[in-house]
């Protein structure tokens, strides 16, 4: 070990930092720069440095309630999408052939869809006169139509459809690359289905639920257009706080605050998955 | 006769018996009406090609693949329909199939988890296995810093900890290099002696399955062709598919043309060559006769067939020399000799003699 650090040639750019560059390069304009502005505005008040955008967005109780209500989105949309998208993403890697293309298109086919065709769709099947009162009603399940559409159940429910791809497609990879062979062994000695899931299944899983999980928190705390497109002004969000912010009040050093506080919660998220998985990856043991 | 002969002995004596597995995947038939019985203690080995079916029939046996049609019976008990969890047959896996995410220890105690064995209990029994495949100094190590043979070793430990009734073995030697293969080849047959467990051993590596089991059972295409001792399968193999699949031999067709009580004789290419057997005259046959049995020279005693052949050529393997003789396909021949004698080269004619009793004789295909 020393001794090849004492060996080793000083470092050079290799192959693989100059691949990176262009990213790395493009990612600067397009992302840290902005960044850096949006940090910049958060602490420029009319007069000079200020904290005063931050001082709003964490002291005030309408602020701090948006913030709630975001990081709720955020958690029920991911157990859900979880709880949908785990079984699913075995089904997707186990199933073959047609099957296996099929599942493929069920999963995925929501996302090369428009957002505001899909926020159409809804409203066709969840309006008082919609598909879905009009089934209830003749199943005889309902007596008179249920209001759907603008509640949260609805926003809910499209934030899973929108958002559960991101869930998936993660799990999936890991997945498909598990050895089938080592829930065998398991049982082989004895374990159950259920030890087998816990003990062998689960573990392995673990790297594709944590980028899944991770992913989806973070898109779905800061959604902006689902929850927009179906609550309108009813339920806000973080990122539609920022957007009247930025848009209808002018109030720059507001937005970039709430711009930021978003940020953290998301960089935290992102960070300790990263965290997670390279605790995952490395075997125990020496 | 060939008391060596496919030995069906289902619901007697064995330990393990599968009566008439059959199994399809789709159009292709892998297990064909199948029946193999083994004792309590034995080491079989089930040799044959790749794509023989030789992983499926573990599988069906361990309880990890259900076959259409069939029985298997352990200690008398049928266990066709039980789950693989409840059958207690351990499985060395092919490539092992360790737990990335255990470590030696933890692998090894899987099994005793599961099962609900009680810490103060499992910890000896761990212990206990991790000394019986000297791996006591890795315990705490991942599996992923382990060798290939330790990894092996881990496998056998793991599916032993639990005392099962039944051990099934799948190539556990073919990731291993040659030098490897053949120390653990012999500690795994004294370990599993040590052990006194009956245990099936899958390989399609004939020399090891002639070093490390009780029995071999040579399988082709989804059926059991001989089931016999190494020197029984060697010295009196059932077909054809046998003879060729174990060991190399001469092979002559001819033509049976006279028959005596017990021993007939067939004209061939190297000319009449006398055979223990019972024929009809005219029946077209294959007569077979193994490189080491033949000798040179006409004057061996008792060695009533004399043939003369031309040497194709000479390959030398240390202690011994093989001649290739030149023949037409089908037939061809192989000869092994203590010694290359002065004088014979590529292109010369040799006397080659045989006893009647070595010579071996199968219909024509
Ligand atoms: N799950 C499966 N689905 C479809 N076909 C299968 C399946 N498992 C095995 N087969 C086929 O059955 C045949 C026998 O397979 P098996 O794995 O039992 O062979 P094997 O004797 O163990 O071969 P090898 O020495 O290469 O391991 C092969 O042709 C294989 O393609
Ligand atoms: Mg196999």
């Known amino acids: 070990m020393s001794a090849t650090a004492l060996t080793a040639p000083p470092r050079r750019p290799d192959g693989l930092t100059l691949l990176v560059l262009p990213a790395l390069a493009f990612l600067g304009v397009v992302f840290l720069l902005p960044l850096l502005l949006l940090l910049w505005s958060s602490i420029r008040g009319p007069g000079g440095f200020s904290l005063n955008g931050y001082a709003r967005v964490l002291g005030d109780a309408y602020y701090l309630q948006v913030m709630l209500q975001s990081l709720q989105l955020g958690l029920i949309t991911t157990g859900g999408a979880l709880l949908l998208g785990y079984p699913a993403a075995f089904a997707l890697a186990r199933a073959r052939g047609y099957a296996q293309v099929v599942l493929f298109a069920l999963i995925f086919l929501p996302l ?23 089934a209830m009603e003749n199943l005889g399940l309902i007596e008179r139509p249920v209001r759907m559409i603008f509640t949260e159940g609805a926003l809910y429910a499209g934030m899973i459809n929108v ?124 | 006769m060939r008391d060596g002969g496919v030995s069906v002995g289902v619901g007697a004596a064995g330990h393990l018996a599968v009566s008439g597995a059959t199994k399809r995947f789709g159009a292709a038939l892998v297990l064909d009406d199948l029946s193999i019985a083994v004792a309590k203690g034995e080491f079989v080995s089930l040799l044959g090609p790749s794509g023989c079916g030789k992983t499926t029939l573990l599988r069906c046996v361990a309880g990890l693949l259900r076959p259409d049609a069939g029985r298997i019976l352990v200690g008398g008990a049928d266990i066709t329909t039980l789950p693989a969890h409840r059958r207690n047959v351990g499985v060395v896996f092919q490539n092992y199939a360790l737990f990335p995410h255990l470590t030696v220890a933890e692998n090894i105690g899987f099994g005793l988890r599961a099962q609900g ?75 599993l002696r040590e052990v006194g467990i009956t245990a099936i051993f899958v390989t399609h590596d004939q020399e090891e399955a002639l070093v490390v089991s009780d029995r071999i059972a040579v399988m082709n295409a989804g059926r059991i062709e001989q089931l016999a001792d190494p020197a029984a399968l060697y010295g009196r193999p059932s077909s054809l598919y046998v003879l060729d699949f174990v060991g190399q031999s001469t092979r002559l067709s001819g033509r049976v043309v006279e028959t005596a009580s017990n021993e007939i004789a067939i004209d061939t290419a190297l000319g009449r060559i006398w055979a223990p057997g019972s024929f009809l005259r005219g029946s077209p046959v294959i007569v077979a006769v193994r490189p080491e049995a033949v000798t040179l020279g006409s004057a061996q005693d008792g060695a009533a067939n004399h043939i003369t052949a031309r040497v194709a050529e000479i390959s030398f393997l240390g202690s011994r020399t093989q001649l290739h003789l030149d023949l037409v396909e089908p037939d061809r021949g192989v000869v092994e000799l203590p010694r290359l004698p002065d004088g014979i080269a590529p292109g010369a004619s040799v006397p080659l003699s045989f006893r009647v009793a070595d010579a071996m004789v199968f219909p024509a295909p």
Do not use: C
């Open chain 1, 163 to 286: 958002f559960l791809p991101f869930m998936v497609l993660p799990i999936f990879s890991v997945v498909r690359m598990m050895d089938t062979r080592l829930p065998d062994a398991a049982a082989t000695l004895g374990a159950s289905p259920w030890f087998r899931f816990t003990r062998v299944t689960l573990p392995l899983s673990l790297p594709g639920v944590v980028a899944g999980v991770s992913i989806t928190f973070s898109l779905a705390v800061s959604a902006y257009v689902t929850p927009s497109l179906l609550m309108g002004d009813r339920f806000m969000t973080m990122s539609m706080v920022m957007a009247k912010a930025f848009l209808n009040l002018r109030d720059w050093q507001l937005g970039a605050a709430m711009a930021t506080v978003l940020l953290a919660v998301a960089i935290t998220v992102v960070v300790g998955a990263a965290w997670l998985q390279k605790r995952l990856a490395t075997p125990r043991g020496s």
């Open chain 2, 117 to 191: 064995v009680a810490k103060r209990e499992a910890a000896p029994r761990i212990a206990e296995a991790l000394r019986l495949v000297r791996m006591e100094a890795h315990a705490d190590k991942a599996i992923t810093a382990l060798s290939g043979g330790q990894q092996q070793r881990v496998a056998v430990a793991r599916a032993l900890v639990v005392r099962p009734s039944l051990l099934l073995l799948d190539e556990p030697f073919s990731a291993l290099d040659r030098k490897l293969r053949e120390t653990m080849q012999v500690e795994l047959k004294q370990l």
């Open chain 1, 112 to 134: 090369t869809v428009s957002i505001i065709v899909k926020s159409f769709g809804w409203g066709i099947v969840l309006r008082r006169d919609g598909i879905l009162n009009w």
